[in-house]
């Protein structure tokens, strides 16, 4: 069965300190891997797409990297601020017809002061 | 640039009545999809589109049904509404080639309670 699991569910740091989100997965065949950042009440907003031959990419501070012979990629944050408090969904894409996005449940992130 | 639009924003229905979202994209965008996210539970895909007059079932059809007159609208329609369709409900678009490659951009969710 396809499956996406995050972890943690939930995650505290203080603002400037550096953090780390996992995802692994067991879908089959791979296509992409995502990584949604989703402040609260809103929609989620794109942060980063890999396909398999790529095994790192940036978006200013944050930084996903997958391996996808161990089918697990995280996200690393640098120098968190207030802003990053959001939670972040980790999204894979099988190859094949149809819609065949599989959603991780999210981990929240809260950055305080 | 408005990208993805829903309304309402948020809505309460008692047990029975009906009711219809709206989702509007100013993209282009061939594909158009619609998600719930519940708590605890990552989004699952009610139904989508890949184009103006076609629909398709994704996970969790039942209770719900959809159209897509026009290219830019995608409607999600609930005929008999029940507590279990309490949700947020999400509508997204991509380009065309299908969310497997192309990049998903959301709505700002609508909020649907059912008493």
């Known amino acids: 069965k396809n499956q996406v699991e995050q972890s943690p569910q939930s995650l505290i740091i203080l603002e400037g300190k550096n953090c780390t989100l996992q995802c692994n997965y067991t879908v089959s065949p791979f296509s992409n891997l995502r990584w949604y950042k989703q402040d609260t009440g809103r929609g989620p907003v794109s942060l980063t797409i890999?396909?398999?031959?790529?095994n790192t990419k940036s978006n200013g501070r944050y930084t996903a990297t997958l391996d996808a012979d161990t089918k697990q990629s995280s996200l690393h944050i640098t120098a968190s601020q207030l802003s990053d408090s959001a939670s972040y969904i980790c999204?894979?894409?099988?190859?094949?017809?149809?819609?065949?996005?599989?959603f991780g449940k999210g981990t929240t992130l809260s950055v305080s002061s | 640039n408005a990208g993805v639009t829903q309304t309402p924003k948020f809505r309460v229905l008692k047990t029975g009545q009906s009711m219809t979202l709206l989702c509007a994209q100013d993209m282009n965008h061939e594909y158009m999809y619609w998600y719930r996210q519940d708590p605890g539970m990552g989004l699952r895909l009610i139904h989508y589109?890949?184009?103006?007059?076609?629909?398709a079932k994704g996970e969790v059809p039942d209770g719900y049904n959809v159209s897509r007159l026009k290219k830019q609208n995608f409607l999600l329609g609930l005929e008999s509404a029940a507590p279990s369709q309490t949700s947020v409900y999400f509508c997204?678009?991509?380009?065309?080639?299908?969310?497997?490659?192309?990049?998903?951009?959301f709505g700002e969710g609508s909020r649907l309670t059912v008493l």
């Open positions: 890999m396909t398999f031959s790529e």
């Open positions: 589109s890949v184009g103006e007059g076609t629909t």
């Open positions: 999204v894979v894409s099988a190859r094949q017809a149809g819609t065949a996005l599989i």
């Open positions: 997204a678009s991509s380009y065309f080639g299908g969310p497997g490659t192309g990049e998903l951009f």
